[in-house]
């Protein structure tokens, strides 16, 4: 059974940094993409970045050169660095896996719930101003 548990999320000024992991058990494949999404009830859902087991990245255009994604397969751990945290960037993120050589990776980036068969529960980031 795939699990993946998010955790790191919390409360923090404009301004700063947080730290996201994602750790996935029981995936039957070595070879995997794994994504941040969040979600916001007036902005609805957005793929934030993704990253592949060979080292592929992706991200949206409104975290680029804040965040910094990672994954540490010896450890199937996926990492979001967070910096230069704006309010905007307030929502519940969620990580979600899926086999990548049959990802689009630019389309798995816009379109995470068609890409993902695999979520988390997501963590909830709230930045105040």
């Known amino acids: 059974q795939v699990q993946l548990v998010e955790s790191g999320g919390g409360s923090v000024q404009a301004g700063g940094s947080l730290k996201l992991s994602c750790v996935v058990s029981?995936?039957?494949?070595?070879?995997?993409?794994m994504s941040w999404i969040r979600q916001t009830p007036g902005k609805g859902r957005e793929g934030v970045a993704l990253?592949?087991?060979?080292?592929?990245?992706r991200y949206a255009d409104s975290v680029k050169g804040r965040f910094t994604i990672s994954l540490d397969n010896a450890k199937n751990t996926m990492y979001l660095q967070m910096n230069s945290l704006k309010s905007e960037d307030t929502a519940m993120y969620y990580c979600?896996?899926?086999?990548?050589?049959?990802?689009?990776?630019?389309?798995?980036?816009?379109?995470?719930?068609?890409?993902?068969?695999?979520w988390g529960q997501g963590t909830q980031v709230t930045v105040s101003s």
């Open positions: 979600a896996a899926d086999f990548s050589d049959f990802l689009d990776l630019d389309y798995a980036l816009e379109q995470p719930f068609k890409s993902f068969t695999y």
């Open positions: 029981g995936y039957p494949y070595s070879r995997f993409c």
């Open positions: 990253i592949t087991t060979d080292g592929s990245t």
